[in-house]
């Protein structure tokens, strides 16, 4: 399997760098036995009363700081916490670190020390500060880490700040924000409640390695960057019991899917985790863990969008992708939504 074979144009017009407003009124590409056209704010009347959406409920930090090694300057992206304390992290001109080096950040009084440096630009630091002051520090000092491809000159804005936060979010520890979680309002859940559609929330924070294209063209030799995730024991009790009663399991996003799957036993029945998921979902795993998913649109050649044509099928989601293109759906992380059918397996 090729990364090449997941290739396609996308026109630069149609990347979004702003979100819709409000969040809901962003459309909806239902895939399943033909395609729809809606919007998000549909999904009360798409979905059934007995279902259960599963969202991602961690929280965004502002994990892109600027540091210095003396003169130098270190731009440092946070990954994840260790278990130690420590921080994995990527570091742009990493050549110019070293074991034991002391690193300085502009905007707080915070610093950390070079426990470790791997290959590929990552190292492992130690922060300085107390744990209890390091969230307020880390809010003086870091900025969002943003994608690439929304169009920030200066930066990330304060309006991005309340943007690309979900309502789900709870738990500190993300670098990028669940993008599917983004379409959600409290009125929209309002309205699904009202309809008997059930919801629940997972745990799984986004790494600084979702920035990361895929490097090498064979799959097999690409390394998922692990990311820290849990469900809760009465989560997966929760989300047990509505498909017993006949609901089906709607994951929001990949990265609630990709914990599922972490998560699932073969009998479709999901079991508490905790820990650290590094999953790869590719065409040819069979996904028993949701019945549907709701996803934004992903770029090309990308880990997400080997994922989506493996969760509906190759040639559906090409179809899908392709009408999306000419029909003006708006892309990626601030863009327009589809809500895919498991394919028959």
């Not at 260790?82 to 080096?101: K, V």
């Not at 804005?157 to 979680?181: I, M």
């Not at 905790?274 to 090309?300: M, Q, R």
Request: hydrophobic letters at 45%; charged letters at 25%.
């Amino acid at each position: 399997m090729l990364a090449s074979d997941f290739d396609f144009f996308l026109p630069p017009e149609r990347i979004a760098h702003h979100p819709a407003s409000p969040r809901e009124s962003a459309r909806l590409l239902w895939v399943g036995e033909a395609l729809q056209d809606r919007h998000v704010g549909d999904l009360p009347e798409i979905l059934r009363p007995g279902d259960m959406i599963v969202a991602n409920d961690t929280r965004v930090i502002p994990a892109q700081l600027t540091a210095w090694r003396g003169d130098a300057r270190i731009g440092i992206t946070l990954d994840r916490p260790l278990p130690d304390g420590s921080w994995h992290a990527l570091a742009r001109n990493a050549r110019r670190l070293r074991p034991r080096d002391t690193l300085r950040f502009d905007g707080a009084a915070l610093e950390a020390e070079i426990v470790g440096i791997e290959p590929g630009g990552s190292v492992v630091l130690r922060f300085t500060c107390a744990d209890a002051d390091f969230p307020a520090l880390l809010r003086q000092a870091g900025a969002l880490a943003l994608p690439p491809y929304i169009e920030r000159p200066e930066g990330p804005t304060a309006q991005d700040a309340l943007d690309y936060q979900t309502t789900f979010a709870r738990q500190d520890g993300a670098v990028a924000a669940p993008t599917a979680g983004l379409h959600f309002t409290p009125a929209l859940l309002a309205k699904l409640d009202e309809r008997g559609i059930r919801r629940a929330t997972v745990t799984l924070h986004v790494g600084a390695g979702t920035f990361l294209p895929m490097r090498a063209d064979n799959v097999a030799d690409h390394t998922m960057h692990p990311e820290r995730g849990e469900i809760t024991e009465a989560t997966a009790d929760r989300i047990n019991a509505a498909r017993a009663a006949g609901g089906r399991i709607v994951a929001i996003g990949t990265t609630s899917l990709r914990l599922l799957e972490s998560a699932v036993r073969p009998d479709r029945s999901i079991v508490p985790f905790t820990g650290e998921t590094d999953i790869f979902l590719l065409p040819g795993h069979d996904f028993p863990a949701a019945d549907l998913l709701l996803t934004n649109f992903h770029l090309p050649r990308s880990t997400l969008f080997m994922l989506v044509c493996g969760f509906a099928g190759d040639a559906t989601m090409r179809a899908a992708y392709a009408h999306a293109i000419e029909t003006g759906y708006r892309f990626y992380s601030y863009g327009d939504a589809c809500l895919l059918e498991r394919s028959p397996r």
